[in-house]
């Protein structure tokens, strides 16, 4: 069933495994995954939703972006509902003529899955018991059990790829590893309904009742969300308690215009600012969540995930092709310096759009001026939008990654 060897073992068959396991294979290097899941729960999770330029140049690269092209809805701009009245940020004119892409997480995960079973590529899904041993030598390895049987699979790098609750950071000793975390006092509920959504662009609303995100997925799939306490649980949310909570939160013109409808699916997702350092230790290198996690206000946390598997690609194509350590090397930092840009803004922007009761009334006005004086700035508008759509890759003096593999 499984291989007794392989050049990089990557447990979690999420969009960071899935997107390094297909660059990989393009560049000729061996990999395997090891999912805890099945293939169905994984594609079962409905999460992001905008992908920056860099995403989608690297899903170009790995070979699968066309549906994106194709189903994906490109996006100029969003706009911030405040204080009754809604404000465009125009991205396309503040940033240059930079645009966002709205395309499902589920979508693209879809999409490399297929890509990676089109090409005959070995996924272990239902692997349980994922352990990893000697990442501090050269000649590491990873265990797991498969219908009963335990396999060892000899490599020469494991990439963590398994999100926030994996094995692979927990590997790490206490002594390695620095821990940076903040949590927040609410979750966001999600909705997903086939029913169009309420305005052709995503709405930001600061509410005094709470933040709320209309967001999409098609013309005719919608996604929105409600700050709601972390003590509720999706149960007592009924789809009309929430259709009435999401109105009571948007402007007169989006409320008319709102097409209500069954929930597809109704979930509460967690807030958290997180951070681990180092993202390597000797041959374990951690990528997206498994390192960090940002609350989903900057829809920041795939895009991130994307960056560091562009960083981790380049650097293990560097080790094979030219016997160079040195994108290995410097994995980590170079991840590092662009996690905690994300991390800044999506803690800005989660604290400028949600309801925190402890600030009192004050906190409340305090958010509106300066929205209102981000709206009306040139500048600031600029620092949201150029944030929003994701700092290029060679931003603030980062070295310049080198363009991908050349298709095997
Ligand atoms: P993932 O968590 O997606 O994937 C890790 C994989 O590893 C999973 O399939 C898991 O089953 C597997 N795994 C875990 N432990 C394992 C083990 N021991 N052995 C083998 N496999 C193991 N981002 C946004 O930009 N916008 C959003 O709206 C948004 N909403 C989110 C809602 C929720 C509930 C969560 C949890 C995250 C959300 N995110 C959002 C962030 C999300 O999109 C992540 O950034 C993205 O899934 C990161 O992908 P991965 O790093 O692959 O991690
Ligand atoms: C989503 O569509 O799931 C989404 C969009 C934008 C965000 C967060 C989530 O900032």
Not at 38 to 54: K, T, Y
Not at 184 to 200: E, Q
Not at 314 to 343: H, K, N, P, Q, T
Request: charged letters at 20%.
């Amino acid at each position: 069933m499984g291989h007794s060897r392989t050049q990089v073992a990557i447990v979690g068959a999420g969009p960071s495994g899935l997107l390094l396991g297909q660059l990989l294979y393009r560049a000729g290097i061996d990999a395997l995954i090891l999912e805890r899941q099945s293939a169905d729960h994984v594609l079962g999770r409905i999460r992001a939703g905008v992908l920056e330029q860099v995403t989608m140049d690297l899903l170009d690269e790995a070979g699968v972006g066309a549906r994106m092209h194709q189903e994906g809805m490109v996006h100029g701009g969003f706009d911030l509902l405040f204080n009754g009245a809604r404000h465009r940020i125009n991205l396309a004119r503040l940033t240059g003529g930079r645009h966002v892409m709205v395309y499902g997480q589920t979508e693209m995960t879809r999409d490399l899955m297929a890509a990676r079973q089109g090409a005959g590529l070995l996924t272990v899904y239902e692997a349980a018991d994922v352990t990893v041993h000697d990442f501090v030598s050269t000649q590491p390895s990873v265990r797991y059990t498969k219908d009963g049987e335990t396999h060892t699979v000899a490599c020469d790098f494991i990439a963590g790829c398994d999100g926030f609750h994996g094995v692979c950071r927990a590997s790490i000793p206490r002594t390695v590893i620095r821990e940076y975390e903040r949590t927040y006092a609410f979750g966001w509920l999600g909705l997903l309904s086939d029913t169009p959504p309420v305005h052709h662009e995503l709405i930001y609303v600061n509410s005094a009742r709470g933040f709320a995100l209309c967001s999409q997925r098609s013309a005719s799939r919608s996604r929105y969300y409600l700050q709601v306490p972390l003590k509720d649980s999706t149960s007592q949310w009924s789809d009309e308690a929430f259709w009435d909570e999401l109105r009571r939160r948007l402007d007169a013109d989006a409320r008319d215009q709102l097409v209500t409808g069954p929930s597809l699916e109704k979930s509460i997702a967690p807030l958290r600012s997180f951070v681990a350092e180092p993202m390597r230790v000797g041959r374990l290198l951690l990528a997206g969540d498994a390192a960090h996690i940002v609350p989903p206000t900057g829809a920041k946390g795939l895009n991130l995930a994307a960056s560091d598997v562009k960083f981790l690609s380049g650097a293990l194509i560097e080790f094979y092709r030219e016997g160079s350590d040195a994108g290995i090397e410097s994995y980590s930092e170079r991840c590092l310096r662009r996690v905690w840009r994300a991390e800044r803004f999506s803690w800005w922007l989660t604290g400028l759009m949600h309801q925190f009761p402890e600030n009192g009334p004050i906190g409340q006005k305090l958010q509106e001026a300066e929205l209102d004086y981000l709206v009306h700035s040139e500048p600031a508008s600029q620092a949201l939008a150029e944030n929003y759509v994701g700092l290029p890759l060679g931003f603030g003096g980062d070295p310049i990654v080198r363009e991908g593999p050349e298709s095997n």
